[in-house]
């Protein structure tokens, strides 16, 4: 790319920083609030009249039929393209529109969309209405600086990413929205900030373990068998043996943070036992042995792991207690669970990127992989698409808290970054 290209492009952004800005409030101040799924189709009408009136063609697509959808909430997707006419790549930006809960602790209007100083305040600022509007910014200054460019462009506003995303981009992926005969560069505008690359993300194994007993008098717990001490030797195992193992194992994924390079192991829930009174009923629990535990799992690992390896270890832990216990069975129940995925870095679009970071910045991208996961999954195994990596504006900690905002000049350094891509691609 010459630097007259460069100059244009930079000139053609800061141009538009009021654009900028004023279109990332106007997303902000739509509350799409996940759970329920609030809003969904007012954001997508909001983003396919400014892309309709530019000549862009948009579909609306209603994932009937996914989790969550109902005539009360449906999740509405929208797709916008763009063909230049002259044969080349498809260059698609692809951002979910739903936010999570406000949560406690604000001391702005989470849905104000309010501008002080740099920052721009709201649920979602950064995660990730920042993003799709510096995306969306970075393709209207590229059209208006190229008239002679090839290929097309897609922008995609998605529902669902915070709740799997599959009212979105699985949708939409198994529809064949992401295959490589229609999409070949794609890049998910996350907050994992302006100077770097998101290659992937480790995978993920949800478990449900549950202890058996027998139920009997809490006053004559000999006559039954309690699943809740059952659980305890399983815990103790997982503490002194499956922990210390899983810290040895390392990956060659530049996960950040560093501490998420190693395999690990949450354990998100544990419930024995008969249900409990509601909080602050005053009825009396019932005196039994607990027949039944439950734990459930929540394993994220590494690139160099198999899933079968990953479920026959565990598998191998309850196997050991269950020769030194008497009367220990026990079930496992497949909650969910997703590979993990990494880009080449030498996949075009993570060079173009690359190279367009060093020239806005003046520094070497920094690579990196996300501890748990995000759209790319459903690109990379129902699109088959690989050539896909997250990049956009925003600090990754304030996505979900309180006060979450985004900056202005992070903004405008990531729509330039994504404008070079184009120019790179498509020039
Ligand atoms: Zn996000």
Redesign the pocket.
């Known amino acids: 790319m010459d630097a007259l290209t460069h100059a244009a492009l930079t000139h053609a952004i800061d141009a538009r920083r009021a654009a900028l800005i004023g279109l990332a409030q106007d997303l902000i101040r739509i509350p799409t609030l996940n759970p329920p799924g609030r809003c969904y189709r007012d954001i997508c009408d909001y983003l396919a009249a400014r892309l309709m009136a530019q000549g862009w063609t948009v579909e609306l697509v209603r994932a009937t039929g996914a989790p969550g959808d109902s005539d009360a909430y449906p999740r509405w997707n929208m797709v916008a393209r763009l063909e230049s006419g002259r044969a080349g790549d498809c260059v698609h930006f692809n951002s979910?529109h739903d936010v999570v809960e406000v949560g406690h602790g604000w001391t702005r209007d989470p849905f104000g969309g309010e501008l002080d100083g740099d920052r721009i305040y709201g649920r979602g600022a950064c995660?990730?209405k920042g993003g799709l509007a510096a995306s969306i910014i970075a393709a209207e200054a590229f059209l208006a600086t190229t008239p002679d460019w090839r290929g097309a462009i897609e922008i995609s506003a998605t529902a669902d990413?915070e709740s799997g995303g599959y009212g979105g981009v699985a949708y939409l992926a198994e529809r064949g929205y992401f295959s490589p005969d229609r999409v070949q560069h794609v890049i998910i505008p996350?907050p994992l900030h302006k100077d770097r690359i998101c290659l992937g993300h480790r995978g993920v194994w949800w478990a449900e373990v549950e202890t058996h007993g027998r139920i009997a008098h809490g006053s004559m717990p000999f006559l039954g068998d309690s699943a809740i001490r059952h659980m305890g030797a399983v815990l103790e195992e997982i503490e002194h043996h499956l922990y210390p193992l899983l810290s040895t194992r390392t990956t060659a994924m530049p996960v950040v943070p560093p501490q998420a390079r190693q395999s690990t192991l949450n354990i998100n829930s544990i419930h024995g036992g008969e249900p409990e009174p509601p909080a602050g009923s005053t009825a009396l629990p019932a005196p039994c042995v607990a027949d039944r535990c439950r734990i459930i799992l929540d394993r994220r690992f590494l690139i160099e792991e198999a899933l079968d390896e990953v479920k026959s270890e565990l598998r191998a832990v309850l196997d050991r207690v269950q020769s030194r216990r008497a009367g220990f069975t026990y079930t496992i129940r497949d909650l969910f669970e997703v590979q993990p995925v990494m880009a080449d870095r030498d996949a075009p679009v993570v060079r173009s990127t690359a190279a367009a970071i060093e020239r806005v910045l003046g520094q070497v991208a920094d690579y990196v992989v996300s501890p748990g996961t995000?759209d790319q999954k459903h690109i990379d195994r129902i699109g088959r698409l690989k050539n896909c990596i997250a990049y956009g504006p925003g600090l990754l900690h304030l996505?979900h808290q309180p006060d979450e905002w985004v900056g202005v000049q992070d903004m405008t350094d990531s729509a330039k970054v994504m404008a070079l891509v184009l120019a790179d691609l498509l020039g």
């Open positions: 979910h995660d990730m990413e996350e995000y996505a």
